[in-house]
Structure formats: structure tokens, C-alpha cells
T-cell receptor, first 111, second 115 residues
């Protein structure tokens, strides 16, 4: 089983819709999780950090469920500019802090 | 620009040639990571440095790959005798250890094409 698994999508949603992605992880020792967005042929950009049970930042809400080993990202009132691939790496449990990525979830917001 | 920078942004080479990439991290960041990303996949960890010390290497990093961070600032990643399977985006990220959560910031990447 991969350490981080994501639904690859694509998720095709209309502008204004609410969309949610889930990530499941297998390493229960990971302490920190993140959501990054990656535009086509660009680098990942940090969207949110998820340390405890969750975070909210404007239209974006992230939740962490350690017991069930999943994290989620909710996007409300989606915009065309939200179209991207969303990555949810976990921080490796060892001291080095390397990030373990899944394959990403593609979101396409249509007018 | 105070973000992570990488050079070159694109590299096209013939199989068997050597290539070297450079990464300049955010100036106060002591940890520097190299990742590789192929189409349709998330980034995969290659190696990381804390200051000038290389502390972990992935099994993906064959003996044709070598990385350095001689003065604890910029880093180089060299691939010797390139193969077509080395074609990928090579990403560098940096962070400051000891801060909450180890948030890593990525550079724009070097896209390598091996013909």
C-alpha cells in the first residue's frame, strides 16, 4: 500500500460549486500534513498546513482525522483559478522531514 | 526575489552525457531537499541536506547521481551518463528546521529531457 493515496480525479465542477478531496495515509507516525496546489508544468505551492484537527483559510478548509488516517480539503465557491492538481503530502516520521506525496488530485473548474 | 531558485529551468541532453543542476534555497533555510517528478505522479524524494551535511538518500538515487551542498547554501545535483529514464522535473525545496511543521517551499524546477 502506498504511504499516501489520493483520488486522481479529474474532478470537473462548475464555478461556485463546493468540492472536497480526501487523502488517506498509512504511516500513523507522521505528525504534519500539508496541502499544495500545482499548476500544469509548475512547482507545488503551499496552500495550507494541517497540524491538529484542521485549518480554515477563506474558502479553503482542511481537516485531519488521525484515528481514520485521512485528511480532506474542502473548497467552497470554487473559482476558475482553483483549477490545478492538489497534493497532500505527509511529513516522514523520521527526523529528516522529507515529504511523502501521493499522485495528486486534478480539479477542473468550468464556467 | 527571495524564493527558491533553480538553474537551468530546462535542459535537453543526449543519452550518456553528464548534467548538473543548481538550487539556491531561501537564505535563512538550513534544510534543502531534492525531489523528482514525472508526468502524472507526485514528487518523489531523492535526498536532503541539513546545512552542508547530506543526511538521507533515497534508493531512487543510483550511483550515477550525486548531490552536494558545500557551504551549506546552494546545492548541486549531478547526473552522470544520463539515461532516457532520467527525464523528469527535478525540484528543490527548502525549509528551516525547528520551525513548526517543516513547511517546504519549492523552486520552479529543472525540466530534464534525455534524448
Amino acid at each position: 500500500r502506498k504511504e499516501v493515496e489520493q483520488d486522481p480525479g479529474p474532478f470537473n465542477v462548475p464555478e461556485g460549486a463546493t468540492v472536497a478531496f480526501n487523502c488517506t495515509y498509512s504511516n500513523s507516525a507522521s505528525q504534519s500534513f500539508f496541502w499544495y496546489r500545482q499548476d500544469c508544468r509548475k512547482e507545488p505551492k503551499l496552500l495550507m498546513s494541517v497540524y491538529s484537527s484542521g485549518n480554515e483559510d477563506g474558502r479553503f478548509t482542511a481537516q485531519l482525522n488521525r484515528a481514520s488516517q485521512y485528511i480532506s480539503l474542502l473548497i467552497r465557491d470554487s473559482k476558475l483559478s482553483d483549477s490545478a492538481t492538489y497534493l497532500c503530502p505527509g511529513e516522514s516520521a523520521n527526523q529528516g522531514g522529507k515529504l511523502i506525496f501521493g499522485q495528486g488530485t486534478e480539479l477542473s473548474v468550468k464556467p | 526575489d527571495t524564493g527558491v531558485s533553480q538553474d537551468p529551468r530546462h535542459k535537453i541532453t543526449k543519452r550518456g552525457q553528464n548534467v548538473t543542476f543548481r538550487c539556491d534555497p531561501i537564505s535563512e533555510h538550513n534544510r534543502l531537499y531534492w525531489y523528482r517528478q514525472t508526468l502524472g505522479q507526485g514528487p518523489e524524494f531523492l535526498t536532503y541536506f541539513q546545512n552542508e551535511a547530506q543526511l538521507e538518500k533515497s534508493r531512487l538515487l543510483s550511483d550515477r547521481f550525486s548531490a552536494e551542498r558545500p557551504k551549506g547554501s546552494f546545492s548541486t545535483l549531478e547526473i552522470q551518463r544520463t539515461e532516457q529514464g532520467d527525464s523528469a522535473m527535478y525540484l528543490c525545496a527548502s525549509t528551516r528546521s525547528g520551525t513548526t511543521g517543516n513547511e517546504q517551499f519549492f523552486g520552479p524546477g529543472t525540466r530534464l529531457t534525455v534524448l
